[in-house]
């Protein structure tokens, strides 16, 4: 099967922004409602966003209403989330994943290597 791969972490200073991407071989997720998840040091893995397979609709924890946006295009069989006034609590790993349709619950086990995001005070 596909394997995610997370890139466009980076470290930036507090309400700086990033965009990060999140691709995969194939089209084994095409049409796949996917999202956002974040780690912060020591922590369990954290919904951040999420839509449905044609990126109709988005859905947002509280902390990232306003401030984060979830995207895709399934022909290029990617998905981005922009990361903007970035906070330092913000800072972690990122990774996507295919998610239960209409909230930001995972689905299995398809995890990839992650992308950092470090935010600075």
């Known amino acids: 099967q596909g394997q995610l791969v997370e890139s466009g972490g980076d470290s930036v200073q507090a309400g700086g922004s990033l965009r990060l991407t999140c691709t995969y071989p194939?089209?084994?997720?095409?049409?796949?409602?996917m999202g956002w998840f974040h780690q912060a040091p020591g922590k369990e893995r954290e919904g951040v966003a999420s839509?449905?397979?044609?990126?109709?609709?988005?859905y947002y924890r509280d902390s990232a209403k306003g401030r984060f946006n979830i995207s895709r295009d399934n022909d290029k069989n990617a998905v981005w989330l922009q990361l903007s006034r970035l906070k330092p609590e913000d800072s972690g790993m990122y990774y996507c994943?295919?998610?239960?349709?209409?909230?930001?619950?995972?689905?299995?086990?398809?995890w990839g290597q992650g992308t950092r995001v470090t935010v600075s005070s």
């Open positions: 839509l449905t397979g044609h990126g109709d609709l988005t």
């Open positions: 194939g089209h084994t997720f095409r049409f796949s409602c």
């Open positions: 994943a295919p998610t239960r349709c209409g909230s930001i619950t995972a689905l299995g086990n398809y």
